[in-house]
């Protein structure tokens, strides 16, 4: 029921991004499905359950179902979109950037989305002060999350960014995100891949069945971690291989590694120009993630939230933590939060009505 009302947003944040193109760099964010990884001698079949696949006559072909591997890689993207100059222009040309990541012991975050992001930018040279995001509202995305929001504060601190927009689709409508139409380009390089072997954990893995037994097993033995993501760098290296050989509009893709937790440490520190907090609390998803009195004031003087919408916005105020202002003073007064779709009739008031709008 809220799909148009999320698209009058997501509509609203491309028209400012054209706006203030010039200072604007505009990212789609998305995951694709992961990718099973098959066990040593033993692939597992390109094709969902059940399915069936042609072999030569008269043979068999003996893989493993997807029910029974291990280990999986998810391909992360990050699109980093050309703004056209006008609204009737393509929103679907620039820069894609992709990184695999072991799901055991690198999963998706939203820290870890920030900090992979931050690094692919700064590769590109991209340093614009003001920055439009959007993507899914998976648990590493909900903007309505306080550990979300509290990582798109650092990250705007660590990028020293004016203002950073970000929105996310409704359940269920993924195929709104730029990004999402990236996946079909990805699937032409997948087919089904096979990790190499751990030099002294084998055997214990083959009671681990699943992502939890995994990460259970790796708090008894303290080289399952290090021998796992090395038994399946290969794989990752044969797949960054085939994905930097696609290409987009004449664009090739770009690769990145998955951000280290000294890495998202370190961004995570940013908040620490707040007030006193743990920035390990954002590493792990499953420890409560507490908000002190000064940083629930930072965050009610500096964003406006929304049920798919998060604006922070620089107050100007040299003595605040969230710093100077890095655009020009003319186009930093005409900054301003992304407004709240408004009905009117049966469509939502346009944009320039509604940005006019105070908070």
Not at 3 to 28: G, H, L, N, P, Q
Not at 318 to 323: F, I, K, T
Request: glycine share 6%; net charge neutral; aromatic share 8%.
């Amino acid at each position: 029921m809220d799909a148009y009302y999320a698209s009058a947003v997501f509509r609203y944040e491309k028209e400012f991004a054209v706006k203030f193109k010039d200072f604007t760099t505009f990212v789609c964010q998305h995951d694709k499905h992961t990718v099973k990884v098959g066990e040593p001698g033993y692939p597992v079949a390109a094709v969902e359950r059940g399915k069936q696949v042609l072999v030569g006559l008269n043979q068999r072909m003996e893989v493993g179902d997807h029910d029974f591997t291990k280990f999986s890689l998810s391909p992360s993207v990050s699109f980093v979109v050309n703004i056209p100059d006008d609204m009737d222009g393509s929103f679907y040309t620039g820069h894609i950037h992709v990184g695999l990541k072991e799901n055991a012991f690198q999963p998706s975050s939203a820290l870890r989305h920030a900090t992979e992001l931050h690094q692919a930018l700064d590769k590109e040279g991209k340093h614009d002060p003001i920055e439009c995001h959007y993507h899914d509202g998976g648990p590493d995305h909900n903007l309505r999350f306080p550990r979300t929001q509290l990582v798109q504060i650092a990250y705007l601190l660590e990028r020293d960014l004016d203002q950073l927009i970000l929105v996310q689709n409704p359940p269920h409508h993924s195929w709104k995100n730029p990004a999402e139409r990236v996946m079909a380009n990805l699937n032409m390089a997948l087919q089904g891949v096979v990790r190499s072997t751990t030099p002294t954990m084998e055997q214990k893995l083959k009671g681990s069945n699943n992502l939890k037994a995994v990460r259970e097993l790796s708090k008894k033995e303290a080289t399952l971690r290090a021998e796992v993501l090395e038994s399946v760098k290969p794989t990752k290296e044969l797949l960054e291989s085939v994905f930097s050989r696609l290409q987009l509009k004449g664009e090739k893709f770009k690769m990145f590694e998955a951000a280290s937790d000294d890495d998202m440490l370190k961004l995570g520190r940013r908040l620490l120009q707040i007030d006193e907090f743990k920035p390990e609390v954002l590493l792990d998803s499953s420890v409560p993630c507490k908000l002190s009195e000064k940083l629930k004031e930072f965050i009610d003087k500096l964003c406006i939230r929304g049920q798919y919408q998060l604006s922070i916005k620089k107050c100007g105020d040299n003595e605040c933590a969230c710093g100077i202002p890095r655009s020009p003073p003319d186009i930093f007064e005409q900054l301003h939060h992304l407004p709240y779709p408004i009905p009117r009739q049966e469509k939502y008031q346009h944009f320039e009505v509604r940005k006019a709008v105070a908070f």
